[in-house]
Structures are given as C-alpha cells and as structure tokens.
C-alpha cells in the first residue's frame, strides 16, 4: 500500500518570505508524484507533477519541487511567497495498485501569508 | 476549456432523506474517482472507476453508499439513508488511463445533513 506523509498541517509566513512544504511517502515500486492546490472555496488544482527525468521540476506561479528517491522525498518550494498562495496544498503519490494507478493524497498542509 | 462538472454544487437536506450526487468526467477520460473531504479527514478516497468498471470502493460506507457509472458521460454517488457525519464536500476527479495518475478536478459538491 502506498501512504504519503505531510508533516505540516499548517504554516504562516510573511510575504516574500521563503517556503518549503515537506511530503514523504512510502511506496515500494515506481511512483509518480503531485502537488496539488487547493484555493479557498475552491476545487484542487494541478501545481506541478513529477514522472522521470530531471528531479527538480518546475510548476506554475513560481512553485518547483524536488524528488529525492533516497529519502522518498518531493518537497515544494517556492522563493518568495505572495498572499494570493494562501491555500491549502496536497501532496499525492500514483503507484501501481491492484489493476490500475491509484493516487493517495497527503492531509494537506494549509498555508497562510500575512500580507 | 475541458472541465469535470458537479451537480448539485450546494445540497442541505435531513437525515434519512436520500442524496444523489452527479459527476461528468472530461471527454476521453475513462478513469473516475470520488473523493469526499472534511476538516477532520482531509481528502478520502471513497470509489474509483476504469472504463466504468468499479475497481475500488473499500473507502466507502457499503451499507449506504454507492457509485455507479451508468454510462461513460456520468458517474453518480448516492447516499441513502444519510446521516449527519455525511456533511462533506464531495469532489469527483476525472483521469486519463495513462497510467500516470494525474487527476482533474470538479468543482465539488457540498453536502449539509442536518
């Protein structure tokens, strides 16, 4: 079974300031990896997507994650926060299950930025 | 602009009454999946389908949950009897079956049981 793990439940920070949004998961074979958002009132979004290649992938609005398969890793980040990226943010692993991919989201860490 | 669509977008109702949720997945997609999200359990995968196919619904309730997929423009969940702890946002998600897992969204369908 695959699990994902979110260790911040909710983080406030100051405009400009840096961020980064841990995610671990625990999944034995090949996986591809998701942030997704989700915007006050909103549905959840796509905000970038890992499946092969370079590690370091880039997603909208300035968000880019980091796959480290060593620490079963996928950590967001982003430079220089604005307001408008307080959300609510997933994280979600696809990993073969059964007789088709299944995708397990994290519990969502919520992110808040002071203006 | 290809999207999922839910229907209703807002539903109250009382306990013991019967709730039927909707879902059109995105044109081409042949995976669908239900989603059902509160504050306490974050994001709970209730029942997926593939080329309409149930393949999984261990997450849902059987004693009063159930997800069909009449046919492959529409995806229902219905709830009967339902019961307060239902109060949810329900949210549909459509895939492509290429094996890769990324999902689209509705919009979600709040649900009030008082």
């Known amino acids: 079974a695959q699990s994902v793990s979110q260790h911040n439940h909710h983080v406030i920070l100051s405009e400009a300031a840096s961020l980064e949004l841990g995610c671990n998961y625990s999944?034995?074979?090949?996986?591809?990896l998701f942030w997704y958002v989700q915007y006050p009132g909103q549905h959840l979004q796509l905000l970038l997507k890992?499946?092969?290649?370079?590690?370091l992938v880039k997603g909208i609005k300035g968000f880019e994650a980091e796959f480290i398969k060593s620490k079963f890793s996928f950590n967001l980040r982003k430079p220089s926060v604005q307001w408008s990226d307080t959300a609510e943010y997933f994280c979600a692993v696809s990993g073969l299950s059964g007789s088709a991919r299944q995708l397990t989201f994290g519990s969502g860490t919520q992110l808040t930025v002071l203006p | 602009d290809a999207r999922v669509t839910q229907t209703p977008r807002d539903k109250v109702t009382e306990m013991g009454q019967e709730v039927t949720m909707r879902c059109q997945p995105i044109?081409?997609?042949?995976?669908v999946f239900w989603y059902r999200q509160t504050m306490m359990q974050g994001l709970e995968l209730l029942a997926y389908f593939r080329n309409r196919a149930p393949l999984d619904d261990s997450g849902m309730p059987k004693d009063r949950f159930s997800a069909e997929m009449p046919d492959a423009t529409l995806a229902t969940l219905k709830i009967q009897p339902s019961e307060p702890r239902d109060s949810a946002v329900y949210f549909c998600a459509s895939g492509p079956d290429s094996l890769t897992g990324e999902l689209f969204f509705g919009e979600g369908s709040r649900l009030t049981v008082l």
């Open positions: 044109l081409g997609h042949n995976t």
């Open positions: 890992y499946f092969s290649g370079d590690p």
């Open positions: 999944y034995g074979g090949t996986v591809n």
